[in-house]
T-cell receptor
Framework: KAGVTQTPRYLIKTRGQQVTLSCSPI?????VSWYQQTPGQGLQFLFE???????NKGNFPGRFSGRQFSNSRSEMNVSTLELGDSALYLC??????????????FGNGTRLTVT | AQTVTQSQPEMSVQEAETVTLSCTYD???????LFWYKQPPSRQMILVIR??????QNATENRFSVNFQKAAKSFSLKISDSQLGDAAMYFC????????????????FGTGTRLQVTL
């Protein structure tokens, strides 16, 4: 079974632009969550989607948004990019949303650099 | 809000030796789950071991075991017979058991401990 796939692996954008990152979960998984990883703030929860509905959202500005499609694939969008948005963005999928025992399976992340 | 603290930014261990990584957490909840994740240079977070707070018995997975002290809010990871492939960043993480509020979907991570394994 294929793992969680994130595309692209690397991305370079300029301040003020917007970016869309994609995450394809493991087949059959209905929950997708996103995390931002930076050297200064560590790993921070962005949001989680389950069956196309956002279940939970972290403490990030409205420039960060996401969505989930009927096939469980998810995208996250960051508008009006700032230098501080440079980070590794990790996506994780699980069978069930909100079930703390359901194992999270992470992708290899998308490294976003904002110049 | 829950917090997770890893006070050891870096640790080093010789191959075949044992090392313990520390983690403390703060929560007002009585039911929750704790995890250790490993992040090698490939960047993928890999689940190492997990512990349910309502279980008194410490979890064990092959060479990996935890020392869970609920009253002290401590959750350390012991790696026995360390191997070169164990070299990675290790993250301690907390997850609420409050399913109905939606907060169980969120993992709260510590800042990580970089483990080096030497010959």
């Amino acid at each position: 079974k294929a793992g969680v796939t994130q595309t692209p692996r690397y991305l370079i954008k300029t301040r003020g632009q917007q970016v869309t990152l994609s995450c394809s979960p493991i087949s059959g998984h209905r929950s997708v969550s996103w995390y931002q990883q930076t050297p200064g703030q560590g790993l921070q929860f962005l949001f989680e989607y389950f069956s196309e509905t956002q279940r939970n959202k972290g403490n990030f500005p409205g420039r960060f948004s996401g969505r989930q499609f009927s096939n469980s694939r998810s995208e996250m969008n960051v508008s009006t990019l700032e230098l501080g948005d440079s980070a590794l963005y990790l996506c994780a999928s699980s069978l069930e949303g909100g079930n703390p025992l359901a194992a999270l399976h992470f992708g290899n992340g998308t490294r976003l650099t904002v110049t | 809000a829950q917090t997770v603290t890893q006070s050891q930014p870096e640790m080093s261990v010789q191959e075949a030796e044992t090392v313990t990584l520390s983690c403390t957490y703060d929560t007002s909840e009585s039911d929750y789950y704790l995890f250790w994740y490993k992040q090698p240079p490939s960047r993928q977070m890999i689940l190492v071991i997990r512990q349910e707070a309502y279980k008194q018995q410490n979890a064990t997975e092959n060479r990996f075991s935890v020392n869970f002290q609920k009253a002290a809010k401590s959750f350390s990871l012991k790696i026995s017979d360390s191997q070169l492939g164990d070299a990675a960043m290790y993250f301690c993480a907390y997850r609420s058991a409050l399913v109905n509020t939606g907060t169980a979907s969120k993992l709260t991570f510590g800042t990580g401990t970089r483990l080096q394994v030497t010959l």
